[in-house]
T-cell receptor, first 118, second 111 residues
Framework: GAVVSQHPSWVICKSGTSVKIECRSL??????MFWYRQFPKQSLMLMAT?????????EQGVEKDKFLINHASLTLSTLTVTSAHPEDSSFYIC??????????????FGPGTRLTVL | GESVGLHLPTLSVQEGDNSIINCAYS??????FIWYKQESGKGPQFIID?????DKRQGQRVTVLLNKTVKHLSLQIAATQPGDSAVYFC??????????FGAGTRLTVKP
């Protein structure tokens, strides 16, 4: 099956620093990748949709200058949390979209990245 | 400030019983639906999907039912096992690249 990796899996940083999270589709090309955030005991929250070669589409309430997304190739999208603060501590998950045939795609999720901001 | 945590709906079943997890979706134009399972500390796993031109789809021990009239989706797990304990999310796909997740239900299987 399709594999999506994330790096790092866990990161601790000081308040005010920036953290980059990578999402890679290892054995397929993904024209679209999604970034989610999950708070404890809450559902996944879609943050943004990342399309290769174009600007990301952000969900309402998500600060695009705070969460920079770059989809540099068909297998790599990065999320950079800029000037991180403790309230940014969360579990960040990406998913990659693969054409499954017909008119719909399959979603494959990465293992997630736990960010802790001190 | 910090977000207020929402307690997920919970479902507790006895091992071997059948489980039914429900989900209401919001967009009548959604045409593709997915159920995910998320175990503690892991990312969500795809379980089963269904398109809007179907009412029912079966997998291995799981069945998804779709009622478009009332915008309702359900996941049935047969002969629930301890390994099925997890949080289950439904997701709807409407317009291209538009995915929305449900709040999730925590399933606990009692031995």
């Amino acid at each position: 099956g399709a594999v999506v990796s994330q790096h790092p899996s866990w990161v601790i940083c000081k308040s005010g620093t920036s953290v980059k999270i990578e999402c890679r589709s290892l054995d397929f090309q993904a024209t679209t990748m999604f970034w989610y955030r999950q708070f404890p005991k809450q559902s996944l929250m879609l943050m943004a949709t990342s399309n290769e070669g174009s600007k990301a589409t952000y969900e309402q309430g998500v600060e695009k200058d705070k969460f920079l997304i770059n989809h540099a190739s068909l297998t790599l999208s990065t999320l950079t949390v800029t000037s991180a603060h403790p309230e940014d501590s969360s579990f960040y998950i990406c998913s990659a979209d693969r054409l499954a045939g017909g008119s719909y795609n399959e979603q494959f999720f990465g293992p997630g990245t736990r960010l802790t901001v001190l | 400030g910090e977000s207020v945590g929402l307690h997920l709906p919970t479902l507790s079943v006895q091992e071997g019983d059948n489980s039914i997890i429900n989900c209401a979706y919001s967009n009548s134009a959604s045409d593709y639906f997915i159920w995910y399972k998320q175990e503690s500390g892991k990312g969500p796993q795809f379980i089963i999907d269904i398109r809007s031109n179907m009412d029912k789809r079966q997998g291995q021990r799981v069945t998804v039912l779709l009622n478009k009239t009332v915008k309702h989706l359900s996941l049935q797990i047969a002969a629930t096992q301890p390994g099925d304990s997890a949080v289950y999310f439904c997701a709807e796909l409407g317009a291209e690249f538009d995915m929305r997740f449900g709040a999730g239900t925590r399933l606990t299987v009692k031995p």
